[in-house]
């Protein structure tokens, strides 16, 4: 299947591993140049020099807070000064802090809006103007299965990010007559150093060994095991090409059959 991404501009936020930096190699993969962040600036580094010399000039890295404003526009800034505007927004970040109600302060509800929420929507306000006057762009917000299924233990991330999927349906809803779709993408179990740390939490909190809770969570998948990153990324170039151009406003889930709701 042809996507159409050779020479297409990308911003991935979250970008230098994990999702994000999965997402980033296969849309390099299919021809696409790309614009990442990370708040790690090793972490940079490593990403851009992992994929070598083959990609030398058509990957670019750079350090970014996405829990503050400023950095946000100095990223996008220069992000544009080596891409030009971008065709494509992928909207990634790492989970807000895991926690029961109980547990969480103002300052981690602060931080969990800024961090799961406001930064996909500062950036897509800065992305959308030129897409508009393209009449072409791809807007994609990595999201979690606890948009449909809350998670007991992550409620900042339940509230956050099922708003940033009622704001990517309300942005669809306007944008779609300018060739422009916006669509979420929630993961369930992909194995990322983020699920390891949120499985050691479980384990922790259940009296039970890493290896108990990770047993015990595959054999309750419809396909008795834990996802890829780059099975899940897949599915984000997908929704970034061509072939995907008359879906928008929805949000595919990408979990192995876990969430068990019917829509």
């Given at each position: 299947?042809?996507?159409?991404?050779?020479?297409?501009?990308?911003?991935?936020?979250?970008?230098?591993?994990?999702?994000?930096?999965?997402?980033?190699?296969?849309l390099?993969?299919?021809?696409?140049?790309?614009?990442?962040?990370?708040?790690?600036?090793?972490?940079?580094?490593?990403?851009?020099?992992?994929?070598?010399?083959?990609?030398?000039?058509?990957?670019f890295?750079?350090?970014?807070?996405?829990?503050?404003?400023?950095?946000?526009?100095?990223?996008?800034s220069?992000?544009?000064?080596?891409?030009?505007?971008?065709?494509?927004?992928?909207?990634?970040?790492?989970?807000?802090?895991p926690?029961?109600?109980?547990?969480?302060?103002?300052?981690?509800?602060?931080?969990?809006?800024?961090?799961?929420?406001?930064?996909?929507?500062?950036?897509?306000?800065?992305?959308?103007?030129?897409?508009?006057e393209?009449?072409?762009?791809?807007v994609?917000?990595?999201t979690?299965?606890?948009?449909?299924?809350?998670?007991?233990n992550?409620?900042?991330?339940?509230?956050?990010?099922?708003?940033?999927?009622?704001?990517?349906?309300?942005?669809?809803?306007?944008?779609?007559?300018?060739?422009?779709?916006?669509?979420?993408?929630?993961?369930?179990?992909?194995?990322?150093?983020?699920?390891?740390?949120?499985?050691?939490?479980?384990?922790?909190?259940?009296?039970?060994?890493?290896?108990?809770?990770?047993?015990?969570?595959?054999?309750?998948?419809?396909?008795?095991?834990?996802?890829?990153?780059?099975?899940?990324?897949?599915?984000?170039?997908?929704?970034?090409?061509?072939?995907?151009?008359?879906?928008?406003?929805?949000?595919?889930?990408?979990?192995?059959?876990?969430?068990?709701?019917?829509?």
């Amino acid at each position: 299947m042809y996507l159409g991404l050779h020479n297409k501009t990308a911003i991935v936020t979250a970008g230098s591993k994990g999702l994000g930096g999965a997402v980033v190699s296969s849309l390099i993969g299919e021809g696409a140049k790309v614009a990442f962040c990370s708040s790690n600036p090793e972490n940079v580094r490593l990403k851009v020099e992992s994929l070598g010399e083959k990609y030398k000039g058509i990957i670019f890295g750079f350090v970014c807070d996405l829990n503050d404003k400023e950095s946000i526009s100095e990223f996008y800034s220069k992000a544009v000064d080596v891409l030009g505007h971008p065709d494509i927004l992928v909207n990634n970040c790492g989970g807000p802090a895991p926690g029961f109600f109980e547990d969480l302060d103002e300052e981690k509800w602060s931080e969990g809006f800024n961090q799961a929420l406001m930064s996909a929507v500062r950036l897509t306000e800065l992305v959308l103007p030129a897409m508009k006057e393209k009449k072409w762009g791809r807007v994609i917000n990595i999201t979690s299965l606890s948009v449909k299924q809350p998670v007991d233990n992550l409620l900042l991330s339940n509230t956050f990010r099922s708003g940033l999927t009622a704001f990517a349906k309300s942005i669809s809803n306007a944008y779609g007559k300018y060739g422009i779709t916006v669509n979420n993408v929630a993961p369930g179990h992909i194995l990322t150093d983020r699920l390891v740390n949120l499985l050691e939490i479980k384990a922790k909190n259940a009296g039970k060994t890493y290896e108990e809770i990770f047993e015990i969570l595959s054999k309750e998948m419809p396909v008795q095991r834990f996802g890829k990153p780059e099975e899940f990324a897949s599915a984000v170039t997908f929704l970034a090409s061509e072939q995907a151009s008359y879906i928008t406003g929805v949000t595919l889930q990408v979990d192995g059959g876990i969430i068990k709701s019917t829509y």
